[in-house]
Nanobody
Framework: QVQLVESGGGLVQAGGSLTLSCVAS????????MGWFRQAPGKEREFVAA???????YYADSVKGRFTISRDNAKNTVHLQMNSLKPEDTAVYYC?????????????????WGQGTQVTVSS
């Protein structure tokens, strides 16, 4: 069983930065794909970024160049550095794990989920 716990959300002004963290237990983050998704009110959950065991990274077009996903193997943690935040980035952000080390944009392909952390960007 894999457990994921997110932290780092909060309220920030447009143009600001936040770093989200996801601590994993039950499996090493380097042995699986780790991803971030987000869900805004009234919208479906959408893919944000992912990192595979090899270290390959993937981003949604809407965040490319602004967000960076990274991994700290020693702390078994995945981070999402978010810069140049926009009001449309406001959402609950979820960490996810795919034990088959497959990074897809489809949320139903991911096996384990954290509880989510709220990110609010004010204009």
């Amino acid at each position: 069983q894999v457990q994921l716990v997110e932290s780092g959300g909060g309220l920030v002004q447009a143009g600001g930065s936040l770093t989200l963290s996801c601590v994993a237990s039950g499996r090493t983050v380097s042995s699986c794909a780790m991803g971030w998704f987000r869900q805004a009110p009234g919208k479906e959950r959408e893919f944000v970024a992912a990192i595979r065991g090899s270290g390959s990274t993937y981003y949604a077009d809407s965040v490319k160049g602004r967000f960076t996903i990274s991994r700290d193997n020693a702390k078994n943690t995945v981070h999402l550095q978010m810069n140049s935040l926009k009001p449309e980035d406001t959402a609950v952000y979820y960490c996810a794990s795919n034990v088959l080390n497959i990074a897809t944009t489809r949320d139903y392909d991911w096996h384990y989920w954290g509880q989510g952390t709220q990110v609010t960007v004010s204009s």
